[in-house]
């Protein structure tokens, strides 16, 4: 399959960054000849086209790549020697409609008297922020993007067909240069045409869309950390003084859906273990998230038993939370009892995967199978991600005995809630960059506190949106105090619990802790993930927190890649010139597929970032 894709993706890129000549020749037209649409229903197709390609992410780049590479997942079945290389890929279309839609908005604006120009200034505003925030993942990947000359062949005489492709340090200026633009449009500019309900995320409100400019002009700030520190600061200082404000609650959060019948990804996804230093890391702190990110194994009290009355061994870190009376009756969970005891991690070494002291974490199918003649039933007893965050439309069978009762979450697909920015993640960053000497109102400390408070929230919202599997109760257990004990929605007094762990005090390690949270945060977000990962060097080996585990295959540690590989042009392409020039200037090999390249020829923002597991460059 990965070979397949391979071939029609790499074609798809070419197109993306080259900018086809059919293309662009369809659309060089006078687009002053076209009806006059509803530049509201414009900017929300736009705005819908800020999350696309959404399976081909999602399958290839997240969990074959994405997640095994940061250590939140493996690949399916546990990680393999070659789980490092690369197949097929995706990426947002930047270039299908959303330049096509953005750039008609502009134009037809700026043709518009000065008295009708004047009332249209944010719909003008928002079309900076819908292109750039997908082509921040993409050049998170891949680098250099068309972006300064995308789309122009409809505006210039003769039609410009050859765009430059425009580095990450010019990429940077550009987008802060446009953000402070639409900033300042957005939080101040009155009697504005209002786009009420075709605004499918903040319902109109363009105060609000001026704060998520802010979080955009974070990102860009995290992103520019290890390669231009004082322009780093100096926009987080720019952002902690915004008249705009900046997200700081989680009305505050961009959350998209395309509607109420939008249910992700729609077909199943290749999803790999929990990683195992991860999961127990969230178990040892007592954190609500982990019960939003993977999914419960399938030994609860109903299971358990079915394996003593067998005679079939639980696996050792199942077993060892289970109470067993005289009778082999199973009388309930020891500490820290359920939902908590339900996940588990694996090791994510290839050679830990193949080493067969190992087989308990990935020999399920064998360990922990019940047998009654002919019949079997295979139990998970590891975590995987929960596909709930990636699409509703799936019914859910509960695990029960062998020959037990049929209890199924089904015929609940509520529209998928994704979250593509938020107030914790704004939190998080002006923690980070207060401890790093930005000039900040609040301590490192409260915007800590303040984005791990959201972070959770924001997560239990979208599990109960999302209907996340035992999210109320666990409706196999008939002691109705077990069934709630099982349920993994968040409890009252849980943020306060977590708040005062030794991981949330900053006094030591405090920058650390910061990137492990923003780390957590992120683990619906994996574009963000790899970006953290990549230039705070977190997880870090050795920590006494979360450490990094050493891959290695045969013994030798493991090369992994920080960047996506970079296709080769067809000499007949229209751009080919551009698209070379842009290769070569970035220092990269085109097609090259040997990880340790696709180490060490990085992207301009990432080539002066930490290895992986270094930790962080104070």
Known sequence: MKNTFKIVFALVFLMVWGCDKQKFGDLNSDPSTISKPDLRLSVTTAIDQMYSNDYTTWFYNNFQYIYPWTQVTTVQGGNNSDFVN????????????????????????????????????????????????????????????????????????????????????????????????????????????????????????????????????????????????????????????????YMDGLSDDFIYTKGTKYYGTGNGMWIGYASKNLVDFMVGNADPRLRFIFEK?????????????????????????????????????????????????????????????????????????????????????????????????????????????????????????????????????????????????????????????????????LAKNNQMPYYNSDPVYTNPDEAVAGATKLKSDEIATLLAKPICNLSTDGLEKVYIQQYINFMNTPGDVWSTVRRSGIPKKGSAYLAWEKITTSGVEMTLPRRFVINTPGKDLLNYTNIMAAIQEQGLTPAVLDPIKLNTERLWFDKTDPQYGDGPKN
Not at 117 to 125: G, I, V
Not at 133 to 146: C, E, K, Q, R
Not at 376 to 392: G, N, P
């Open 86 to 245: 690369m197949g097929a890929y995706g990426g947002f279309d930047l270039y299908g409609k959303l330049f096509t839609q953005t750039l008609d908005v502009r134009s037809r604006i700026d043709k518009m008297s000065e008295a009708e120009k004047s009332t249209y200034q944010a719909l003008k505003a928002l079309t900076y922020a819908t292109q750039i925030f997908p082509a921040i993942h993409n050049t998170d990947n891949t680098g250099s993007l068309v972006y300064s000359e995308a789309g122009l062949a409809p505006y210039t005489n003769p039609p410009l067909l050859t765009p430059v492709l425009d580095n990450q340090k010019a990429l940077f200026t550009t987008w802060l240069k446009e953000l402070d633009g639409a900033i300042m449009i957005l939080a101040t500019v009155k009697d504005q045409v209002s786009m009420g309900n075709q605004d499918v995320i903040y319902g109109g409100d363009y105060s609000k869309w001026a704060k998520f400019c802010n979080l955009l002009k974070l990102k860009i700030a995290a992103r520019l950390i290890n390669q231009d520190r004082t322009l780093a600061l100096k926009i987080a200082s720019e952002v902690g003084a915004s008249a705009a404000g």
């Open 297 to 461: 194994d399938q030994f609860n009290g109903e299971v358990v038993q079915a394996f003593l009355d067998a005679g079939k061994a639980l696996p050792p870190y199942v077993a060892q939370y289970v109470n067993v009376d005289a009778n082999k009756k199973f009388t309930g969970w020891k500490s820290p009892g359920e939902p908590w005891v339900r996940y588990h991690g694996v090791p994510l070494s290839p050679d830990a995967t193949q080493d067969p002291a190992n087989g308990i974490y990935f020999n399920q199918s064998v360990l922990n199978t019940l047998a009654a003649g002919t019949s079997t039933k295979t139990y998970a007893s590891t975590s995987l991600y929960s596909q709930k965050m990636v699409r509703t439309s799936y019914d859910f069978t509960y695990p029960t005995k062998l020959g037990g009762r049929v209890i199924e979450l089904k015929d609940n697909d509520p529209g998928l809630n994704v979250l593509l920015g938020s107030a914790a993640e704004t939190n998080l960053y002006l923690a980070e960059f207060k401890l790093l000497g930005a000039t900040l109102p609040k301590s490192a400390q409260e915007y800590f506190n303040q984005g791990v408070t959201l972070s959770v929230q924001r997560m239990d919202a």
